[in-house]
């Protein structure tokens, strides 16, 4: 799921209401023919004051009609940057937990398996340290690219702070959220970060939770937390580390 959308104030938000403001402008004549039409008195029988009138109470309620179309574009606007992560065009973490809350509330309601997979960049720190927080950060929005690039439109993406990532699987079961997951972790994976002409190899565990509805997004965000726990630890083994 990508958050985005234009800015009301925008470059395109400013020439969009530039264009109404410049057909309300051209067009008096025919609005306040249709004015008197509606009034059921014909245009050419008001007279001056009442004419005026009217092409000023037009202008204010065109006014008005766009000041609340900008509103409403301001709002949307918040409403998507109160829903953004502050690095990456992905969903922060209360907008994931409001997300995961509605498919699991889906999943019950109609006996459907969906999946939240957990993902953790693995050493962040020594990236930070070797690199610069800059290189961390630019790991981060790689990463959160590929999980954007790879997942359905019906799936959700969020960070959940730090070095930490998961995706909702909507309708997915285990053998699902599996397949998925290393696939996730392929793509990732296979093309390291070039910074300065540095290639930066990144690496993530995952962990997975697939429920049919009578959890709550607390209960399967650390049960797919503990399953790429469990999984990095196994890694480790055998890597012999």
Do not use: C
């Amino acid at each position: 799921m990508k958050i985005g959308g234009s800015k009301p104030n925008s470059p395109v938000a400013k020439y969009s209401a530039r264009i109404k403001t410049s057909e309300i402008a051209t067009a008096p004549a025919r609005a306040l023919d249709d004015t008197a039409s509606v009034m059921g008195v014909p245009s050419t029988e008001l007279s001056p004051k009442v004419r005026d009138a009217l092409m000023q109470l037009m202008a204010e309620v065109n006014s008005l009609r766009q000041e609340l179309e900008q509103s409403r574009a301001r709002i949307e606007y918040l409403e998507r940057l109160a829903d953004q992560d502050s690095l990456a065009p992905v969903a922060n973490r209360r907008a994931f937990v409001r997300e995961l809350t509605r498919i699991i509330a889906f999943s019950a309601r109609y006996n459907v398996a969906a999946s939240v997979v957990y993902f953790d960049v693995n050493g962040m720190k020594e990236i930070n340290d070797t690199y610069g927080h800059a290189a961390g950060d630019a790991t981060l929005m790689r990463v959160a690219d590929v999980l954007i690039e790879n997942v359905r439109e019906s799936d959700v993406v969020g960070r959940l702070g730090g070095d930490e990532f998961a995706v909702i699987l909507s309708q997915g079961d285990e053998a699902a959220a599996a397949e998925k997951s290393t696939l996730l972790v392929a793509a990732i994976e296979s093309i390291p970060l070039d910074w300065n002409g540095v290639k930066i190899p990144i690496r993530v565990a995952f962990g997975s939770y697939t429920f049919r509805g009578g959890d709550d997004a607390g209960v399967a965000l650390a049960a797919a937390d503990r399953a790429m726990y469990v999984r990095k630890q196994e890694d480790k083994s055998n890597s012999g580390s």
